[in-house]
């Protein structure tokens, strides 16, 4: 297994269409390999194969729920319900937006072993299942925020007041 470069908004292989996988094979199973490490080395809870730079319609999910998934050839199958709230994408690293997604999604694909799966998925595993299935045929979510981009700073608690970091009853200790 190897870390492999995830590609950024303005790499032209992010705005491609992928290929369907016709059959597994030892690179596509180390591909597949790569791809989760380099979303879990990301802190990602999931990673398109176009992220990587191959135009294969493979997506690697792990919401940590104990239940990693491989999609090959994926496709939504039905849908409802509706939510809002904020995406974040590992080739738009540093930005945020709120995305309106389905609720709940039936996903149909084909598993590591090539044989044909149902994926149902609510909430944060639906989210994740729509947002990397759209990378596969080139659209980033940012196409889809409802309220523009935000930057994303992370926190450092260093920097917070502790009245702004620590609750008022808690007691601040130093060990």
Not at 27 to 40: A, G, Q, S
Not at 41 to 47: E, K, T
Not at 154 to 161: E, M, R, S
Request: net charge negative; charged share 35%.
């Amino acid at each position: 297994m190897a870390l492999r470069t995830i590609r950024v908004d303005g790499d032209d292989v992010l705005r491609k269409t992928c290929k369907p996988v016709k059959q597994m094979t030892a690179r596509t199973e180390e591909l597949i390999d790569d791809m989760f490490e380099t979303m879990y080395a990301a802190n990602g809870v999931g990673l398109a194969a176009p992220q990587v730079g191959v135009l294969k319609r493979i997506v690697v999910i792990d919401v940590m729920d104990g239940s990693p998934l491989v999609l090959i050839n994926p496709e939504i199958v039905e849908e409802d319900g509706e939510q809002t709230g904020p995406e974040g994408c590992l080739s738009l690293p540093g930005l945020e937006g709120e995305v309106t997604r389905p609720l709940h999604v039936v996903c149909k694909a084909l598993d590591r072993n090539m044989d044909e799966i149902t994926v149902e998925g609510t909430e944060l595993l639906a989210r994740a299942i729509c947002h990397e299935l759209d990378h596969l045929d080139g659209v980033l979510y940012k196409d889809k925020v409802n309220d523009g981009l935000h930057r994303v700073q992370p926190v450092d608690p260093d920097d917070l007041d502790d009245d702004e970091y620590f609750e008022d009853d808690e007691e601040i200790t130093e060990e």
